[in-house]
């Protein structure tokens, strides 16, 4: 079974930064690809950023040059540094492992920027 927890959601004002982090356990966490989603209100999830455990990255347009994704292999935690945040950035992030061809999710944080 694959546990996924994330912490780093919170307020800020559009232009300011911040870090989500995603631990995982109950996984060989080095084989798994990595991913952030997000859903606002009214909205489909869609797909934030992706790593894979060969390091390919892969980003929606809309945060193109300002989200980076990132893991540590030693602490089997993800990272989403998020830059220039946006008010329409705001969203509940999931922090998700897929393997085997499923998806398994986190609880989910939520982050809100202010104009």
């Known amino acids: 079974q694959v546990q996924l927890v994330e912490s780093g959601g919170g307020l800020v004002q559009a232009g300011g930064s911040l870090r989500l982090s995603c631990a995982a356990s109950?996984?060989?966490?080095?084989?798994?690809?990595m991913a952030w989603h997000r859903q606002a209100p009214g909205k489909q999830r869609e797909l934030v950023a992706r790593?894979?455990?060969?390091?390919?990255?892969n980003y929606a347009d809309s945060v193109k040059g300002r989200f980076t994704i990132s893991r540590d292999n030693a602490k089997n935690t993800v990272y989403l540094q998020m830059n220039s945040l946006k008010p329409e950035d705001t969203a509940v992030y999931y922090c998700?492992?897929?393997?085997?061809?499923?998806?398994?999710w986190g609880q989910g944080t939520q982050v809100t920027v202010s104009s």
């Open positions: 998700a492992a897929e393997l085997f061809g499923v998806t398994v």
């Open positions: 109950g996984t060989n966490f080095r084989l798994n690809a």
């Open positions: 790593l894979t455990s060969g390091g390919s990255t």
